[in-house]
């Protein structure tokens, strides 16, 4: 199986994720910065899930650089991954339109809970296919980040209906955290950089 098929796949659903995202965004009425107030939570939500998006897609790519052959066993674990990012524009727009309402923004941490173990499983299951686990699993190490990122993502999702703010401090953490470059996959494939 050609992983260049699979990774093209996952850009093209990634691409459309962020177009429905940017399509769901309204113009303001208005041309002063009176018009564009009232929609700051909306570009806010935009903003952290245009980042979290690009982290998956960047990730994504890294880690279908680091494998060597793919096989059907990775098909099923890559769809469910496309399937929580793809539920990003919903909450992405469910959660600026209601101003970081609590259920929306409880919801949206669901869904970054659910993608992040959908990335683990798809991990997992590149690193159990013969000719990957070695190196793969070498370069992601013990993945300190993957683990905590659901923990921090569950935390914020108790935190939504205490204090919201606090909340999106952690989905904020986890993007910054995941922002800064992770090069364990880098090192691996080129030893001497």
């Keep these: ?55 998956y897609w960047n990730n994504h790519h890294h880690l279908l650089h680091a494998v060597h052959k793919i096989n059907g066993s990775v098909l099923w674990p890559n769809l469910h991954l496309l ?8 909450a992405t727009g469910w959660m600026g339109e209601n101003h970081f309402a609590p259920l929306p923004v409880a919801v949206y941490g669901g869904i970054l809970v659910m993608a992040a173990l959908a990335w683990a499983l798809l991990q997992r299951t590149l690193t159990c296919i013969p000719g990957n686990n070695t190196a793969l699993a070498r370069a992601l190490g013990k993945d300190w980040k993957g683990k905590l990122s659901p923990v921090v993502y569950t ?39």
């Design 155 to 193: 935390a914020s999702i108790v935190l939504a209906f205490v204090h919201v703010g606090l909340s999106l401090a952690g989905y904020a953490l986890v993007a910054l955290l995941w922002l800064i470059p992770d090069r364990r996959i880098e090192k691996h494939l080129n030893p001497a950089e």
């Design 83 to 90: 399937f929580w990012l793809s539920l990003l524009p919903f």
């Design 1 to 55: 199986m050609n992983k260049s098929r699979l990774e093209a796949f996952s850009d093209g659903v990634i691409a459309i994720i962020i177009t429905i995202m940017v399509l769901e965004m309204k113009v303001p009425h208005g041309s002063d910065w009176e018009a564009v107030k009232p929609l700051w939570p909306v570009l806010l939500s935009y903003v952290l899930s245009f980042i979290y998006v690009g982290i």
